[in-house]
């Protein structure tokens, strides 16, 4: 996505853009803050939004050169946000609000090749143990990774070896019975809402010979990223460009239970709430679910800022009873 939209940037409206775009200077030594956006209270009950409520939201703020462009977010044990770049970078973070004292950055050890394709880490999920899988979309394969940030194995799943260069596995979920589902972000033929998508019955590192399948999801958005609920249903975060300079983004979450994936088949999902571009949004690609004690659920989204001075990365906090969702 990146990629796509630096494209339309420089072909196009670049003179222009760079003319008014503020630039700041870089450092190599951390830091991280967040400013909390002013919400409207209109805004946090939106029925564009169905039974999601919008609680807070926050801009992220770093002078640190690597910062930015996260495309895929986890919950790690101890409350630890894990946002993880295309350009193979992480940030570990606490919840904004909280001390970021603890808070780091870094680089993954994908690979020692200089090409962005090697680096380009779109989605990722874990396990009980904090074991880490993660989609790599130039390379349309799966790296596994221990604790401490460490690859162990690697695969290129046939199912996925059409998926294209900038198309590919931009959201990745372990299931709850240790089956894994990726989705493609790029649509089949000339459609504008399905999707190819792989089911794998365990670790597809260990085993790459995943089954496909077809994601029927609203017409003209790409996953970007998923998460499963404590009931086992899936909420699907997707996103869609629809004015490239400045760039301006739409969103959708729909939600779909994985129970109802059959190999070869076609998975329908249900569209649950709208993140119309008059909310305070940008390229959403990061979301990550946390159960709360009432049975409710906390559900995050961080979006992919592109490292584009024009754009924003952004941490959205929003609240939702799952009973409530169909």
């Given at each position: 996505m990146r990629r796509t939209i630096a494209l339309l940037v420089l072909l196009s409206l670049l003179p222009l853009t760079w003319g008014h775009a503020p630039q700041h200077k870089k450092f190599k030594t951390f830091e991280l803050s967040f400013e909390q956006l002013p919400l409207p209270a209109a805004q946090r009950a939106d029925p564009r939004l169905g039974s999601f409520k919008l609680e807070e939201v926050w801009q992220a703020h770093s002078r640190t050169h690597s910062f930015g462009s996260y495309s895929a977010l986890l919950l790690r044990p101890g409350g630890v946000m894990l946002a993880l770049s295309d350009s193979g970078g992480f940030l570990e973070f606490r919840a904004p609000g909280q001390s970021q004292a603890e808070s780091r950055m870094g680089d993954l050890p994908l690979s020692k090749d200089a090409d962005k394709a090697a680096r380009d880490v779109e989605s990722a999920t874990q396990d009980e143990t904090g074991m880490i899988w993660l989609g790599l979309e130039g390379r349309n394969a799966v790296y596994r990774m221990n604790p401490d940030y460490e690859i162990e194995r690697r695969a290129s799943p046939p199912v996925m070896a059409d998926w294209g260069v900038n198309s590919g596995p931009e959201a990745l979920t372990r299931l709850h019975d240790g089956r894994f589902v990726l989705l493609r972000e790029g649509y089949v033929g000339w459609s504008d809402h399905l999707h190819q998508a792989a089911l794998f019955g365990g670790d597809p590192t260990l085993n790459p010979n995943g089954q496909g399948f077809t994601l029927d999801s609203p017409a003209g958005f790409s996953p970007t990223d998923m998460a499963q609920m404590p009931d086992g249903r899936l909420l699907i975060l997707m996103r869609r460009l629809i004015w490239p300079m400045p760039q301006r983004f739409a969103g959708r979450i729909a939600i779909g239970d994985p129970a109802d994936i059959r190999p070869g088949g076609t998975w329908k999902v249900t569209e649950v709430a709208r993140l119309s571009s008059d909310l305070p949004i940008d390229n959403f690609e990061g979301i990550a679910i946390a159960p709360q004690e009432s049975g409710?659920?906390?559900?995050?989204?961080?979006?992919?800022?592109?490292?584009?001075?024009?754009?924003?990365?952004?941490?959205?906090?929003?609240?939702?009873?799952?009973?409530?969702?169909p």
């Amino acid at each position: 996505m990146r990629r796509t939209i630096a494209l339309l940037v420089l072909l196009s409206l670049l003179p222009l853009t760079w003319g008014h775009a503020p630039q700041h200077k870089k450092f190599k030594t951390f830091e991280l803050s967040f400013e909390q956006l002013p919400l409207p209270a209109a805004q946090r009950a939106d029925p564009r939004l169905g039974s999601f409520k919008l609680e807070e939201v926050w801009q992220a703020h770093s002078r640190t050169h690597s910062f930015g462009s996260y495309s895929a977010l986890l919950l790690r044990p101890g409350g630890v946000m894990l946002a993880l770049s295309d350009s193979g970078g992480f940030l570990e973070f606490r919840a904004p609000g909280q001390s970021q004292a603890e808070s780091r950055m870094g680089d993954l050890p994908l690979s020692k090749d200089a090409d962005k394709a090697a680096r380009d880490v779109e989605s990722a999920t874990q396990d009980e143990t904090g074991m880490i899988w993660l989609g790599l979309e130039g390379r349309n394969a799966v790296y596994r990774m221990n604790p401490d940030y460490e690859i162990e194995r690697r695969a290129s799943p046939p199912v996925m070896a059409d998926w294209g260069v900038n198309s590919g596995p931009e959201a990745l979920t372990r299931l709850h019975d240790g089956r894994f589902v990726l989705l493609r972000e790029g649509y089949v033929g000339w459609s504008d809402h399905l999707h190819q998508a792989a089911l794998f019955g365990g670790d597809p590192t260990l085993n790459p010979n995943g089954q496909g399948f077809t994601l029927d999801s609203p017409a003209g958005f790409s996953p970007t990223d998923m998460a499963q609920m404590p009931d086992g249903r899936l909420l699907i975060l997707m996103r869609r460009l629809i004015w490239p300079m400045p760039q301006r983004f739409a969103g959708r979450i729909a939600i779909g239970d994985p129970a109802d994936i059959r190999p070869g088949g076609t998975w329908k999902v249900t569209e649950v709430a709208r993140l119309s571009s008059d909310l305070p949004i940008d390229n959403f690609e990061g979301i990550a679910i946390a159960p709360q004690e009432s049975g409710k659920l906390t559900v995050w989204l961080i979006s992919d800022d592109n490292f584009s001075p024009l754009q924003r990365t952004l941490v959205w906090k929003m609240s939702v009873d799952p009973a409530k969702l169909p």
